[in-house]
């Protein structure tokens, strides 16, 4: 028996039940024996599931997990960090393996867990994490055997391409788009985990993190959110044959790399500008085998529990290595000091403002009520201190990256 | 030692030895042991090498190779189909591991090598036989674990590709595309595998049979190529918004299947529609996991290189399974008999042509010189049964499927 101890059983929890049992027969005999879920993690016993869980031991304490010889594996399904981490923790000091499909977590303790799993010889997999059920991570640590990675990153975040696929093809404004997202469940009441970044932020840190095999983190990543957009900007994108994704993306320069999320102005041919609705998309360039891309669903039950599972089916069949995939590289940071053109949106105009900005500008797009101009190649860091000295914060503007 | 036996040192065969040198020192420390190419096997020794080869053993002859007893893995990389055949027959009765690029050879003896290699329990594995350098295979049979793949399919010969990218945005005739492909190398002096669409048929025949579960021969595949494609086609896909593209696909119909590598007339906006130039897509449809798509280069020494030495990696691990992928199901061949709508051009015109065709045609394109029209929604035998009754034979007619 492959005694499973479940975390959780919202979303994802429920699509890892409904797939065990789906694939009962088929499983017990690619492993010639049967995945059992040993018993089931929750907050609240007496909360109406859509599932039947009579048949499954419910508990609401983890002692009764980490107790179980029979459980040799933990699969982490909560949206929670601090309770869920320690949890981990204990469970790969107490001899078990850890699946986890939690971004927050694994990207906040990275370097400690993928540690203390190789010290203790276990498996620590995260492939649900990122990009939902895209198997993305597998595949990077494939070709990391053979390759040097320059570049990865991509569309990692549905809840944002669904708002700027819906605002692009409909003209909707950014609330109405939001609002929707919210009424089919891509976006959370309180959405700003999503449209400011952050979400996408700490699965860039675990993706660069591997592919640089040098430490990315979340400190390390240059931010700007989707939150500022507006139809106006949906419009001029339009004229210049253009998209808006938001784009999660690291590089190596030279013995430095740049990582940052930031909404970037794409040509409507590029693949990344076809992605649309809640789908992601994650690219990665090695030396040898060139550019690679994986497309698919970034989120709901089925697909990410799929992901988790197919990190238990590794564990089960022995194909995982317990030694950490973080690397030794130290690469320093430039995040900032890359030259790029930018597109930026000032809420507000007069002549003195446009005065101010002029020695960056490189096209002037629209003026009067707002300025917003094409910038010339410079760093980034160059923007934000003239932002800075224009007494221009956070929310009066809106920042993209125009990529070439 | 991971000793290693290499077939052929063409474009593939190279990019083996180059990647292995390459990562030497990476290598040995993931496996704790060096890979080791204990012998190459060439047809001629004399002949003049882009490769430094005085460090390696050269022979003609396979017998140096098989009564090695420290080669475990024979990598095979000629284009050569019946000697190569009865090598890898003879390394898997030796007791030898194999990997191969060759799909012309893998898809012929799919399921015999198979069966052996299971029966001896070792591995046999052939990433780089199917889009080059994009690990499909790999991930394909992770998600066959969990999921019921009901389709597969996409863009995996890069040089039809290649042919078509350059038409559609330069206006190039086809034979001036396809000299064009020869000079570069994307194109063999004798093309017809590639444009004729046979190439593409036997990675289809690979990629479904493993994903449907059932025997998809090459008999089994419906087959149209692009040879027959002119200027006019071109411009009339772009009246419509469309273009084209040689795609290769199988589909699970309730207990049959469809499997089909023809044209097709996809929607601008489609992802498979911007892959361009010599890239390859390939997409599959799970259960579980949604639609899944990978993009990369799908030839070339190096990607072809690095996919068969990842599957080089996977023996040196451990991480593979010496079973059969193959699977049982019985699915009837379907081909020809379901509703689909169609791009046809018939190389002649006259008005009891028209009338002939009238009863099948939905919108007619063009007539004049020829007879160009998109027709109802019907089965693909009945478009072949009314060009047979007409006396129009395969040189006088191009054929495309519409794709909703």
């Given at each position: 028996m492959i005694g499973v101890g479940l975390l959780g059983l919202g979303t994802v929890g429920t699509g890892i039940v409904e797939i065990l049992e789906d694939r009962k027969k088929e499983l017990e005999e690619l492993l010639g024996e049967p995945v059992v879920i040993r018993k089931i993690l929750v907050l609240n016993k007496k909360k109406p599931r859509k599932l039947n869980t009579d048949r499954y031991v419910i508990t609401t304490d983890f002692k009764d997990l980490i107790n179980d010889k029979d459980i040799q594996i933990i699969l982490e399904a909560t949206g929670d960090q601090d309770r869920a981490y320690g949890y981990l923790k204990e469970a790969l000091i107490g001899g078990k393996h850890v699946v986890s499909a939690n971004k927050a977590l694994v990207s906040k303790h990275l370097e400690e867990l993928s540690l203390l799993a190789e010290e203790k010889g276990l498996a620590f997999l995260y492939e649900a994490s990122v990009a939902g059920g895209i198997p993305v991570l597998k595949a990077l640590k494939d070709q990391l055997r053979l390759n040097r990675i320059n570049k990865i990153g991509g569309i990692v975040n549905g809840t944002c391409n669904f708002i700027l696929t819906r605002m692009g093809d409909e003209g909707l404004d950014y609330s109405q788009a939001l609002k929707e997202a919210q009424e089919i469940g891509y976006a959370e009441?309180?959405?700003?985990?999503?449209?400011?970044?952050?979400?996408?932020?700490r699965k860039l840190r675990i993706l660069a993190s591997l592919a640089l095999q040098t430490r990315v983190g979340e400190e390390d990543i240059l931010l700007e959110g989707i939150e500022g957009i507006s139809k106006l900007d949906l419009e001029l994108a339009n004229k210049?044959?253009?998209?808006?994704?938001?784009?999660?993306?690291?590089?190596?320069?030279?013995?430095?790399?740049?990582?940052?999320?930031?909404?970037?102005?794409?040509?409507?041919?590029?693949q990344l500008s076809g992605v649309c609705g809640a789908y992601n998309m994650v690219e990665l360039t090695g030396d040898k085998i060139g550019s690679l891309s994986f497309y698919g669903l970034g989120a709901g039950g089925l697909p990410t529990a799929n992901a988790a599972l197919s990190d238990l089916l590794d564990i089960a069949v022995g194909s995982y290595s317990s030694k950490s995939p973080l690397g030794q590289e130290a690469l320093t940071n430039l995040g900032g000091k890359l030259e790029a053109s930018f597109y930026l949106r000032i809420n507000k105009y007069n002549c003195e403002l446009e005065q101010a900005f002029k020695p960056i500008i490189e096209e002037l797009l629209f003026s009067g009520t707002q300025l917003v101009v094409l910038t010339k190649k410079l760093p980034l860091k160059e923007i934000y201190y003239q932002l800075e000295s224009q007494s221009i914060s956070k929310n009066d503007y809106f920042l993209a990256r125009l990529e070439a």
């Open positions: 009441l309180d959405p700003r985990d999503d449209v400011e970044g952050l979400d996408s932020l210049l044959g253009r998209r808006f994704k938001l784009i999660a993306t690291a590089r190596r320069v030279g013995v430095g790399f740049e990582a940052q999320v930031m909404p970037s102005l794409l040509k409507k041919e590029s």
